[in-house]
């Protein structure tokens, strides 16, 4: 058995240095491609826009609201990048399929390429507001303590959850507007941060606890981590509401109702067609879900508020 395991590992390494040889132009933009996380990193784009939107209401600056986003992508990719070369021996033997371990992309291609973007980002913040500076250099220190090791241990879900609320707080520094409900978005980004970190370590949690690993899905299991994942989405929901109903934060009531049945029926169809029993693969899909539903969430009561 371990001999046949061996010889499964030496076909992929000969396999991966036989493309490394003979790579074409196609095969090192894909590559790259691949080694910036498209998906993961683009729902992360996609809710910068949303709160640098809601941040800059009713008054559009749209060249501030693109250099906002674009600082905010390029530490994306720049984390996602370095993510897979520090894990690339790993991935070499867990994840054959990935760029750095397929020969797409050597390993110092992708240390240069997320420093790069290290600088890009760097370039651009210099353009905003200090405050923005701040929250980036907090959000990336995050990431990179994140990818040098404690991905691998329980306080993956606690590093995920602080990075969170980071998001709409770098989008209103960016666009310079201050704002009262910011407090209230540690709490809700928080809790929303958990579930995102359990929802996106799902699909991997087997195999991460065979290499050893001991992220927080692992320790919670597959099925406490469904489980919790759905209850922190339908806390922070709960304290919208509380936070709308006592007045502490005042939005437009058909607005926060509207997002909180929607946010229900999100996890009502979680429920239904996602679970612990279901195939590994459909674990992507309720990721997706997941972070669409954070999203709405999060966004839509920025909207009801603001509005």
């Excluded at 001999?3 to 090192?28: F, L, N, T, Y």
């Excluded at 390029?74 to 370095?82: E, F």
């Excluded at 960016?174 to 928080?190: A, K, M, Q």
């Excluded at 058909?254 to 999100?266: D, E, F, G, M, R």
Aim: glycine residues 6%; aromatic residues 8%.
């Amino acid at each position: 058995m371990v001999q046949s395991h061996d010889g499964k590992i030496a076909c992929q390494v000969i396999h991966s240095m036989e493309i490394a040889k003979k790579r074409q132009i196609k095969d090192i933009l894909l590559g790259f491609y691949l080694l910036s996380h498209p998906v993961p990193v683009s729902f992360h784009i996609v809710a910068v826009t949303v709160f640098t939107l809601l941040a800059a209401w009713p008054h559009f600056s749209w060249s501030i609201i693109a250099l906002v986003i674009a600082v905010h992508a390029a530490m994306q990719v720049s984390i996602a990048m370095l993510n897979d070369y520090c894990d690339r021996r790993v991935d070499a033997e867990s994840k054959p399929s990935k760029p750095i371990p397929r020969g797409l992309v050597h390993p110092r291609e992708a240390l240069i390429a997320g420093i790069i973007m290290i600088v890009i980002m760097l370039v651009l913040l210099t353009q905003l507001p200090l405050l923005a500076l701040v929250i980036s250099l907090c959000y990336l220190a995050l990431g990179m303590a994140y990818n040098l090791g404690l991905k691998s241990t329980p306080l993956s879900g606690i590093v995920f959850a602080l990075a969170m609320p980071l998001i709409p707080l770098y989008a209103f520094a960016g666009i310079g507007r201050p704002l009262s409900i910011v407090f209230w978005l540690v709490p809700t980004g928080f809790l929303l941060g958990v579930a995102l970190n359990l929802a996106n370590s799902l699909p991997d949690l087997e195999e991460d606890a065979a290499h050893g690993a001991r992220t927080l899905a692992v320790v919670l299991g597959v099925r406490r981590s469904f489980a919790v994942c759905q209850f922190m989405i339908v806390l922070c929901a709960v304290l919208i509401g509380i936070l709308k109903i006592t007045g502490i934060v005042p939005a437009q009531s058909w607005i926060i109702l509207s997002i909180l049945i929607l946010t229900c029926l999100a996890v009502e169809a979680m429920l239904l067609f996602f679970s612990p029993e279901k195939p590994v693969e459909t674990r992507k899909n309720y990721f997706y879900l997941v972070a669409s539903t954070c999203i709405l969430l999060a966004g839509g009561w920025l909207i009801g508020v603001l509005v």
